[in-house]
C-alpha cells in the first residue's frame, strides 16, 4: 500500500474544513483534504443556500396572496422546473469553484471518507496516510431510523433534486427542515402531513410563538399528529402507507414520498474513530476549548461535528479559522459560543436569540415578559399578514434584555437587531431611545416593550 505523509489531513470540504485547510496552506503546512461528497459541504450544494433559494418561491405565493383582491388579481403560477434550473444555477458551480480554490493553494484532494488505522494514520483512496495534525470537519448525517420500511424513506438531500412537486408528502419529524419543507411544499399544492415524536414542533424555540405557526400551518392544510411512534412504512402501488402509534392507537396516512427530517448525528460512523482513541459521543468529536480532543491530541474537530458547535454556518466558519491558526501556533486561540441568533425559515419566519422565559426564570430572581400578538402593528395592516407575534423576556432588576423569540415577516432580519441589543447589555429605556427607520419592522421592536405580559 502506497504510503504518504502530510502536516495536516482535514476531514470534510464544507466551510469548516475548508477554512482551516486554507489557513494551515498559506502557513506554509502541507495539506490534504478528503470528502466523500461533492466538494463544498452540506450548506452551499444540498443545506442553507439552496434552500432559501427555493423558499423564496413560496414566501412570493403566501404575500401575494395576502393581498388577492387588495391590489393583486392572480396569484403567480411556480414552475418548479425553472426553480430547480435557477437553484442549480449556484449548486453546480460550487464543487468545481471550491476545488480549484484548495488546489491553488497546493491542497491535495481525496474523493473518499478516510478511516483511521492507528492514533496518525488513515487509509484513504488505497493509499496508506499519515499525518502531524488530522482536522475532522466531518459535519453531520441524517439520523438513521430502524422500524420496517426505514429504507424507504427520503432525506432533505432528496429534496433538492425533487422532479416536480409530489401530490401528497408526509415528514417524519418537525424540526427546521421538516417545518420548512412542510411550508414549502403545502404551499406550492402538496398535501402534507407531518408526524412528530415530541409533543410540540420546534421544541428548541418558545412555545407560545411555535403554537400559532403551528396553527397558521394548519389551516393552510397541515395534518400535524404529535406524540406518535412510526410503526412501519408500507411500499403500496402508487404510495406509501406510514403506520404510527398515538395515544395508544395505532393509525395510518398514505402519501406518494416520505421524509426522513427526524434530525441530524455527527458524521463520524466511518471514520473508526476508536482505532485512533478519538473520545466522542452522541454531540460529536469530544474538544476542548481549542477544539482539541482530549483524548488524541494530534486531532482537532470543528463545525458541526464539534461537541462545543451549534449546527449553523457562521459558527462553522469561526471555528475553522480557530483549528487552522491552532495548528499553525500551537493553542493559540480558545472558542468561546458567541451569541448566535436562529431562524426558521418558514412564513413568516420564526427566529429567537439570547434566553428563552424558562432559562431566564432559572438564571435570574425576576424576570420581565413582553408577549403578545402584532397583527395590529401597521406593517402587518399594511401587508395583509394574518400572523405576527413576539416574546421579549428582560432581567427585572437591571432591565436588560436577555432574550427575544419573534413570529414575523421579517423576524429573520429583525432578531439580529436584538442579538446586538443583548450583546451589548442594553436596558429597554435605552433601546427605546434609538431611531429607526418608520415605518419598517425595525422600529416595531420598541412597540413590542410597551406592556409586560
Known amino acids: 500500500m502506497e504510503s504518504k505523509h502530510y502536516d495536516v489531513f482535514v476531514i470534510g470540504s464544507g466551510i469548516a474544513g475548508q477554512t482551516a485547510a486554507k489557513i494551515c496552506a498559506k502557513n506554509g503546512l502541507k495539506v490534504a483534504i478528503a470528502d466523500k461528497q461533492a466538494f463544498g459541504g452540506t450548506c452551499a450544494i444540498r443545506g442553507c443556500d439552496p434552500k432559501k433559494v427555493i423558499l423564496q418561491f413560496a414566501d412570493i405565493i403566501k404575500k401575494t396572496e395576502a393581498l388577492k383582491g387588495l391590489g393583486i388579481k392572480e396569484v403567480p403560477k411556480i414552475s ?35 478511516k483511521f488505522i492507528s492514533k496518525n494514520e488513515i487509509s484513504v483512496e488505497g493509499k496508506k496516510v499519515s499525518a502531524s495534525k488530522f482536522v475532522i470537519a466531518s459535519g453531520l448525517t441524517p439520523r438513521k431510523l430502524y422500524f420496517e420500511g426505514a429504507q424507504f ?56 410563538l411555535v403554537h400559532k405557526l403551528v396553527e397558521n400551518m394548519q389551516k393552510n392544510g397541515v395534518k400535524f399528529y404529535f406524540n406518535s411512534e412510526i410503526e412501519s412504512v408500507e411500499k403500496l402501488r402508487k404510495n406509501f402507507r ?43 468529536i469530544i474538544v476542548s476549548d481549542f477544539l482539541q480532543n482530549k483524548t488524541n491530541k494530534n486531532v482537532y474537530a470543528c463545525g458541526d461535528v464539534s461537541s462545543k458547535s451549534l449546527p449553523l454556518t457562521p459558527i462553522s466558519g469561526l471555528q475553522g479559522y ?42 435570574y430572581k425576576n424576570i420581565k415578559v413582553y408577549k403578545g400578538d402584532a397583527t395590529h402593528f401597521y406593517n402587518a395592516k399594511k401587508s395583509n399578514e394574518s400572523i405576527y407575534a413576539y416574546k421579549i423576556i428582560i432581567n427585572k432588576r437591571t432591565d436588560v434584555i436577555v432574550g427575544a423569540h419573534l413570529l414575523g415577516s ?39 416593550m410597551k406592556n409586560p405580559d
Open 242 to 284: 406510514i403506520n404510527f402509534k398515538q395515544k395508544g392507537k395505532t393509525n395510518s396516512v398514505k402519501s406518494r414520498i416520505v421524509f426522513n427530517t427526524s434530525g441530524r448525528v455527527p458524521a463520524t460512523e466511518l471514520l473508526d474513530l476508536e482505532k485512533a482513541n478519538i473520545k466522542n459521543n452522541e454531540t460529536g
Open 322 to 363: 480557530i483549528v487552522g491558526n491552532n495548528i499553525v501556533k500551537e493553542n493559540s486561540k480558545k472558542f468561546t459560543n458567541p451569541l448566535v441568533p436562529s431562524v426558521v425559515f418558514t412564513y413568516p419566519n420564526l427566529a429567537t436569540v439570547g434566553l428563552s422565559e424558562k432559562e431566564a426564570i432559572e438564571k
Open 153 to 208: 424513506l427520503k432525506t432533505s438531500a432528496d429534496f433538492f433534486n425533487l422532479k416536480k412537486i409530489p401530490k401528497s408528502a408526509t415528514f417524519i419529524g418537525a424540526g427546521y427542515v421538516g417545518m420548512e419543507f412542510c411550508y414549502l411544499l403545502s404551499t406550492l399544492g402538496c398535501k402534507v402531513t407531518v408526524i412528530n415524536r415530541g409533543a410540540q414542533a420546534l421544541s428548541q424555540f418558545d412555545a407560545f
Open 80 to 114: 418548479w422546473e425553472d426553480i430547480q434550473g435557477f437553484k442549480n444555477s449556484f449548486v453546480a458551480k460550487v464543487p468545481k469553484r471550491t476545488e480549484e480554490n484548495l488546489k491553488e493553494l497546493g491542497i491535495d484532494l481525496y474523493h473518499q471518507s478516510p
Open 410 to 448: 421579517e423576524a429573520n432580519e429583525c432578531i439580529n437587531i436584538f442579538m446586538m441589543a443583548i450583546n451589548q447589555k442594553m436596558t429597554v429605556s435605552q433601546f427605546k431611545k434609538l431611531i429607526f427607520t418608520y415605518p419598517s419592522y425595525s422600529n416595531d421592536l420598541k412597540n413590542m
